[in-house]
Structures are given as C-alpha cells and as structure tokens.
C-alpha cells in the first residue's frame, strides 16, 4: 500500500543535480515513530520531489507533531499535466463555474492514502436481497456473526418452490396507496374481478427498468401492468419499507429492547454492472422508505451482488456444494441425473434443514476456501432474474481478503429472458395483437398465465423427454373466442409452431425441443459472455467458476455451463444457490473490508485552469489575464476507469482560488467511462457532483490575503460509492460533496 508521508523539521531532501531523483534522510524521531506504530517498512524514490513510503494495508499516520509549515508535503506519483503551473492572480466568470480553481505550485500529484474504516457501532446486521423475480431478507447479531437467521415463512407460495424469498411484486390500490407485497400481493391481484382489477396497480419484475433506463432520474416512472404510471422511487420505497417493516418486527420480538436506528447496519444487493445512477437510486429508496435518515448514510452499505456470493463461497465446506466438473459427460451426453438428481437431493435435504431458518457459517474460511492458495483466481458468475453479473477475485494471503482483477461486466441476461421468449412464442401462436390486448384487458389472467409457464420453466431439464404442460387460464380461452372468433385449438393448427399442441385438458403441450428453444438464446448470451471474460489478458488461470443466482437453480444452464467450461476450471455451484447472495450481503455487512482493491467503474476528476501551451491546447480554451496565458476546462483525474483502488484509499489534490479575496470555492466533479478524457467539454464527460466551500475571512496578521489559500480536495475510493470532501488547509473547515447522478 502506498502512502504519503509529512516531513518533519529535522528531516531533509538533497535533490540529486540530474533531478532524476533524491535523496531523503529522516529524523531518528520520525522514525521512531513510524516504527513504534508498525507503519514503516521500507522507503524507496519514485521521483524528483517524491517519496514512496510502503505501508500497511488500511493504515496512515499524518505526522503533525513535526510539521514544518514552510515545507511541501511529497507526494506520490507525478503529473505532467499540471507541473509549474502558477495560480492565476485572478480570473473572469469562468464557463458555469466549471473551473473556479487552479493547481498549486508544484503541482499536487494525486496522493494515495489507506485510511482504516471508522468504526460504527451496530447490534444486528439486515441484509434485503432486492431481485428482479424474487426478494428476501436475512440478519445476523454482530455478537454471534457465525448464524445467519432467515427470514420468517412467508404466506403462500407455488408448488415445488422453497418460499425462503417471496416474489417482487408490488400491489397498490387503485388511489395509489400501497396494499400489499410479494406472495400477497400476487395472490390477491390474481384473485380480484377482471373489471376491478383493472384499476389497480400491480408491479413485477420492475428492478430491470432501473437497469435498462439511460437517463434515470429522480423522476423516472415506471408502468404498472394496467398500463398506469407511478414514480419508480415511490414504487422502490413500498418495497423496502416493506421488508424494512417485517424485519424490525421479527428483531424486536427477539430482542424486545433494540433500539432500531443506532442498532441496525442495512444492506442492500444491487447488480454489479448496474451504473452510478442506478446505484444512487437505491440510496435514495431507502432513504425515503425510512431506512436510514440521510443524515447518517454509513448505516446503510450498498452490496454488489458478485461480491456477496463471492464472500459467502469463501464459507463453504465441500458438503455445502456440487462440483459440475466432477460429473464427466460420457459420450458427449450425460443423463438427466448427473446434475438434475443430484441438485433437487441436495436442495430436499436443504428443505428438511430449513425449519430453523438459521445457517451456520465458518468462523474462518471454509474447506474450499483452504485448499486455494494466495493469487488464486476465479469467476463468480451471478444469474439472476434480469441481469447476469461476472466478477473476477483473486485471494491475498494470509488475511484472506479478495482482490478484484476485472471490472464487473454482464447484461441482462437472466431468466426473465426465458419469459419474454414464451410471451413471443404466445405472439407466433395467436397473434402478438391478441396478447398486447390480453395483458392490457386481464392483467390478473396475464399474471396467472405466467405463474402457470413459471412452474414449468423450472421443471425444465436438457434430456427430459417428455412435453410439459402449460395452463392456460379460463379467460384466456375465452376471451380469445370472443375476440378472434374461432378457439385456441385451432389457433395452434393454423400456426406454424410445430412443437406446441393443444391438450385437451385445457393446456398447451410444449415438447422438450419448444422448451429448450426458450432457453437457448439467453443461456447462449451467459456462455458467450463468461467465453469472451476468460480470453481476457487479465484474466488467466482461474481455477473456480462459481455459479449463484436464482437462474444457476436451473439444469439447462447447469447442463450448459458444464459443458462449456468444466475442461477449463472447477465449475461449483453452492446448495442454497438461490440464497448465496442473500447471505453474502449479510457476511459483507459485518465486514466491508473483505474485498480490499476493487476496479474503478468511472473514470474521476475535476475542473481546472493550467497554464496554456501553444500547439497543445485548443484556441478556444485560451484565457488570457494579466499578461498570461491559461487554458481552461481541463478535466484533472482523481483516478481512471478500470483502474485498481484499495478499500479506503484516498487521492488528494492541492489547488487554490482562481483569485485573490475569492470567499467561496465551487470544485464540480465529472465523470465519463473512458481514459483518454482531456477536457470537461470532451463527449461523454458529465457533472456529477459539486462541493462548495466557503472561505471564512482571516485577520491573522501573519496571513496576509495575497498569500495563496490552499484548497485540499479528496476522493476516497475502493468502497461500493465514491466519498468526496474539500478542505481549507487554513482554517481546516471541511465540507463533503453530494455526488448526484441523477440529476438533470
């Protein structure tokens, strides 16, 4: 870990004449020190100006005992962009205020520090796993962290479904106040008269639209199936104060005398490849669901949902999971029980398992977890019901923390790809008319029609060979008479789909070939993408693909990842697959720190004035005042996209005001996806944040007003969010931006 460090009085540098390098002699007292807290190992040059001091991971010490005002602080690292660059004496309405600041003399290079955690002070850690098909919660005292307690039984449920989660469907009355959720909600919406229903409002599988909207905003609104519209944060907020209400109910039965805002740590699951906006939005959900208050937002920790199972897989014992590589395909075919069997035996025995609701975890690692050795790497490949999420770790020993190598990528890819397949398919057999009108017109049968194709799709196996039966609801029988004027028998005749018949029963028969049509093109996306991860240069030698999510529950993705990737690494799949994640993002609430470097999705800077160079800078970025040239807009990076930050690692930059006397500073923030951003004007390059900071007048005589005031901006960086603060080195006043994307 790499650190800056103050120089004290008694300590020295000799630059070398070459100015390729210099010479640092520190005091027996800062040494002393450094020493005596276990901070200095080694110190070596990077640098003209620069000193690299090798620390250990999470820890910094600012040496003020032995400041010495007059000196600079070092640095790490350079920056060719912005040295010997003076601070203009004063400066027009720059373009918005975009650039009210310039660097200082010599420029301040980014500076890298590890700051440790603060400690906050929980009793009970909540976790609420927020799926696109299904949701659930899940908590553990910080006191026994190796017990993981499920959530309570919920009423309802299907056939052949474990209701450890309950489904994300959200029922509101027709005056928009919120009436019930999960199984209740689907229930009572499936059993309301068709002409009421129609006024009501019921939302599914709505957390892809968060994912899928480009320009999301505070505002953003969803549909709900009768075609009305509602804010999705309104939407959002019903569901996690739902959850939030169950939870807190069940903590107080048990402990009667929790005190519930200081005592919960919450955590919320979000997909790894979801953007910054997205990510903000579920803060600002659980804002308004009463959560948490904004005012105290290191209470609530945003979870990616990778992470979480990769935190939970480091708990696993082998009787805990299923090794598909273990399973050789004979002949290029292998029979239906050689993951199937094996897979509802191992969930059965879950099942009996599951009265006490609670899992009891390694208080270590698990013996999986003991066979790998430091530097090894694997996938976790999460499928879940809208999106696929693939991340990359690698383990550091000995503390067992995990390295992220890759940024996460993925797409939508999730099983609800298999039910817009059959809805398509619904469109070839009667007409993709008929369906819109039937959706629009009986929302409720639409929703008992897809229950219906859900039972089958999770019967669904690669060698089954017989057809399985979809119900199709009464009304969807005759209300096809009725518009169509003939019945679906002979829709299915007249059709060109081959491998779907009419039962008498009142069914459609869908042949083995039909069902595996439906999965082939989202399985064939999930393949191709985990494919083109491992040709990856950074990505070598991984020894473990571990399959979660509530899709990995799936034998036709089973059966197809086997056969893909089990001759190139172990591919393992917990027991409680649809669980893992749930319980990782509560293992992630009593200890953020196990993932210690991740990959910056972004690339962050801010906007600067530097001096302008002829032949580089663009005319129409030349400032000119007092006789001297400066360039304006300059997008200065904090850190680039993809780049690896450790857990709380902090990057500072030094600037000043754009002019004397200036009382207030306004440093925006931007952001964009790629590297080779030069300027805050440059295409694809978005404000998203601001700090204002206000100069308080100083009457000190020893600090005359010419003198340059030092602005000290920070990032810290390697947690889930980005954190940003400004100081007044003068006054050490502090403030902390905002970042805000979701703004207009």
Known sequence: MEACLWLGVSDTITEEKTGSGCEISLSLMTRSCLRATGHLSTAQVTGPRTMTTILQPGRYVKMSTFLDPGMHTLQIGTNDESSQTPSPPSSPGMHNESCSIAPLTPSQSPRNEARAQPPTSFSVVVAIDFGTTSSGYAFSFSNDPEAIHMMRKWEGGDPGVANQKTPTSLLLTPEGAFHSFGY????YYHDLDPEEARDWLYFEKFKMKIHSTSDLTMKTELEAVNGKKVQALEVFAHALRFFKQHAVQELKDQCPSLQEKEAIRWVITVPAIWKQPAKQFMREAAYKAGLVPPANPEHLLIALEPEAASIYCRKLRLNQLIDLSCKPLANGLAPELSIDSSFRQAREQLRRSRHSRTFLVESGVGELWSEMQAGDRYIVADCGGGTVDLTVHQIEQPQGTLKELYKASGGPYGAVGVDLAFEMLLGQIFGEDFIATFKAKRPAAWVDLTIAFEARKRAAAPFRANPLNVSLPFSFIDFYRRHQ???????????????????????????SEAMNDLFQPTISQIIRHIDDLLKKPDVKGIKFLFLVGGFAESAMLQHAVQSAFSGLCRVIIPQDVGLTILKGAVLFGLDPTIVRVRRSPLTYGVG?????????????????????????????????????????????RSYCPARVGQRKIIINIYCCTSDDVVYITDPGVRKCGTISLELDELDEPSCPKSRRREIRASMQFGDTELKVAAMD???????RAAIDFLSN
């Open 485 to 511: 004027g003939q019945n679906v028998e002979m829709a299915l005749k007249r059709s060109s789909v081959n491998f779907v018949k009419w039962s008498s029963q009142g069914m459609l028969r869908m042949s």
């Open 608 to 652: 600067v004035l530097n001096k302008f160079v002829e032949g580089k800078h663009p005319k129409e970025k030349l400032l000119v005042k007092e006789g001297k040239n400066w360039c304006t807009d300059i997008f200065e990076k904090f850190v680039s996209v993809d780049q690896s930050v450790a857990l709380g690692e902090v990057v500072q």
């Open 729 to 735: 080195v003068r006054t050490s006043k502090t403030v």
């Open 184 to 187: 209740t909600a689907r229930d």
